[in-house]
């Protein structure tokens, strides 16, 4: 037997839903007419031919302006999406888009038709996405326009409570964004706009309804007496409220909400205007548009133009390409935090895409350092990303200030050459009396071959994290076999026990301290001494230099770490400088948040992706000792 669901439930649920739109419309209309105090049509059309040529031409100037931020807000979109088309043509695609949804209701469905009728290369999921997207989010923008307009200018006295409540609530939204910018709803990921987005996407909005707003004020009869702010607030809030109608054009209960807004003004005055505002920022923009969507080519999609730099072979590799004679072994941190080695033509860098910026971590891993500020710039723009370069070097950070960036003093390196390492000196004699201690205790450090006592070590990780809390992640390493098994280790072992072990990031040309893990309680000196047998491991191998990582030196950060300066400043290194540089202020600030973010939250720990050179006996070893 078989059993059949009938449509009809669902086809009257269908009908419903888009009668809904034109009984509101039809609602509004009625108590419109009931309400106000309206004259005969033939004279509104006299009030309405009468306006001045100048309030025509200036809210013809005004519409354009108005549209012309709703192209820019739909590049943000594209760019959020990363469909590639957030040139020109997508700006004039959402432009019409969004003329022709406006006047023909039903924003969801018009829109997307709309932008995947004149955006060839957009697929109907991906203009469904798009148009949703842009709904939402201007929604969200325009809550935001109204919370400020009902504080600075509000049309009706005691809705300043109001108007705080809504940038309270948006604040609290933007701070779960940051903290959790891909939700899970449902079983589905999702994914915040970043703050770039954000700040971009309430931009476009403010500059849309202010260009919008003018429009109509100007299209008001002279002797009104209405300010503009009160103004451009009842028209913030009568737009968010036609925009959820989805009725065409919002018609009615937008003109009902203006009504009741502005009680001051004359209902033949208002409703003059807002005739005159239907024909200009409606009908006309509508017209252009079906006429586009009748000739769709005369919008050529095109893909974000192709510069030098693309010219030249952009492309991204796996954090495997990692070159062995670069000059910054540190940056082999990205096998582990999702980095990749991105190459901006010739110039190659360290780069982390996360939800909020792009940064270049470290000095660039060849090429020239001046030519990869601006295409890093440009890569960041594309994702609404901040730009950013970390804990970059001196000559790094003059070439940035030159190339008009923001720079930044954030740390200090300890380095020194390990082949001209001596423990001999007054500056190092508090470094011989944990030596003499470690030794004392009898206490065994030695460098690691072969395969790694991976239980134990994990076990000296865990008891290290109990002690001192979770480890910090993303610029710093956390435990995992295959990141470790691409380093250099060297383990401490006390009554035959294994106490403790460091791991180096190892180049050709340096070699840099990553982690120390030591269990509670070992013999004091255990962890000079693992530093020491680094040095000399280093030396071993004729490495000419040797890092012991960065502490802050910001005026913010003096006192943090002070017992991480102590212990390194035991081996008597060389201090350099390190910073941080991005194209503004605001980049930099958020670059800073997101770095903080992803160094006190980082993500669950992955398997780090194990060397190309590594033969199949060695992979299949350290699978094996990965646990489970």
């Given amino acids: 037997m078989t059993f059949s669901v009938s449509s009809a439930p669902r086809t009257a649920a269908r009908l419903l839903r888009l009668a809904v739109p034109f009984a509101v419309m039809a609602g509004c209309l009625w108590l419109l007419q009931v309400q106000s105090d309206l004259p005969p049509l033939d004279e509104l059309g006299t009030l309405v031919f009468d306006l001045p040529a100048w309030k025509w031409a200036g809210a013809a100037l005004a519409t354009a302006v108005s549209f012309w931020a709703l192209g820019r807000y739909d590049c943000v979109a594209h760019r959020h999406l990363g469909t590639g088309l957030d040139g020109p043509a997508a700006r004039r695609a959402g432009m019409a888009a969004i003329a022709f949804s406006q006047t023909a209701g039903f924003g969801l469905i018009t829109g997307s038709y709309a932008r995947w009728r004149l955006l060839p290369g957009l697929t109907p999921l991906q203009a469904g996405q798009l148009t949703a997207l842009v709904a939402a989010t201007f929604l969200a923008s325009l809550a935001v326009i109204c919370g400020a307009s009902l504080i600075a ?58 260009a919008a707003g003018t429009a109509l004020w100007l299209l008001l009869p002279s002797g009104t007496g209405v300010a503009w702010g009160q103004l451009l607030t009842a028209y913030a809030v009568a737009l968010g409220l036609a925009v959820v109608s989805s009725a065409p054009g919002g018609a009615g209960l937008f003109e009902l909400a203006l009504c009741a807004l502005l009680p001051a003004v004359p209902d033949h005055s208002l409703i003059t205007a807002l005739l005159a505002f239907r024909v200009i920022y409606y009908a006309i923009p509508a017209v252009i548009a079906g006429f586009l969507l009748v000739f769709p080519g005369l919008l050529t999609a095109q893909k974000t133009a192709v510069d030098d730099t693309d010219l030249l ?44 910026a792009s940064v270049a971590l470290f000095d660039p891993l060849s090429g020239l350092t001046g030519e990869t500020f601006a295409p890093l710039a440009r890569h960041a723009r594309r ?38 390492f001596s423990e001999n000196g007054s500056s190092r004699r508090q470094l011989r009396r944990k030596l003499r201690h470690a030794e004392t205790a009898g206490i065994n450090v030695c460098r690691a071959v072969n395969r790694l006592p991976f239980d134990q070590m994990q076990e000296a990780d865990a008891a290290w994290q109990s002690a001192h809390g979770t480890a910090y992640g993303t610029t710093m390493g956390r435990f995992e076999p295959g990141y470790l098994y691409c380093q250099e280790v060297i383990l401490a072992f006390h009554q035959g026990q294994l106490i403790g072990f460091a791991s180096f990031h190892t180049s050709a040309r340096e070699w840099c301290l990553d982690l120390i893990r030591l269990r509670p309680d070992v013999p004091d000196g255990a962890g000079h001494a693992l530093v020491r047998a680094g040095i000399a491991a280093a030396a071993a191998d004729g490495i000419p230099r040797l890092s012991l990582a960065a502490v802050p030196d910001h005026r913010l950060a003096k006192g943090v770490d002070r017992g991480l300066r102590r212990f390194k400043e035991c081996f008597a290194p060389r201090w350099e400088p390190r910073y941080m540089a991005a194209p503004g202020w605001l980049q930099m600030a958020i670059s800073i948040a997101e770095l903080l973010r992803l160094v006190h939250r980082p993500p669950p720990v992955l398997p780090a992706a194990a060397p190309q050179t590594h033969n199949e006996d060695e992979e299949n070893e350290i699978a094996l000792a990965r646990p489970a």
């Fill in 313 to 356: 072979g952009s492309r991204s590799q796996p954090a495997t390409a990692l070159p062995w004679d670069r000059c910054c072994a540190e940056t082999g941190i990205i096998r582990q935090n999702g980095g990749r080695v991105h190459a901006f033509g010739l110039n190659r860098v360290a780069l982390l895409d996360s939800a909020q």
């Fill in 153 to 210: 200018a509000p049309p009706v006295p005691g809705l300043a409570w109001a108007g705080a409540l809504i940038l309270l609530t948006a604040a609290a939204l933007a701070a779960c964004s940051f903290l959790i910018p891909q939700p899970q709803l449902f079983g589905l990921q999702l994914r915040w706009p970043s703050l770039t987005a954000m700040t971009a996407l309430g931009f476009w909005a403010a500059a849309d309804v202010a």
């Fill in 383 to 420: 994702r609404n990303a901040a730009a950013c370069c970390y804990k970059c070097g001196a000559r790094t950070a003059l070439l940035a200030r030159k190339s008009g960036w923001k720079v930044l003093r954030i740390a200090e390196e300890a380095v020194l050459d390990p082949r001209a």
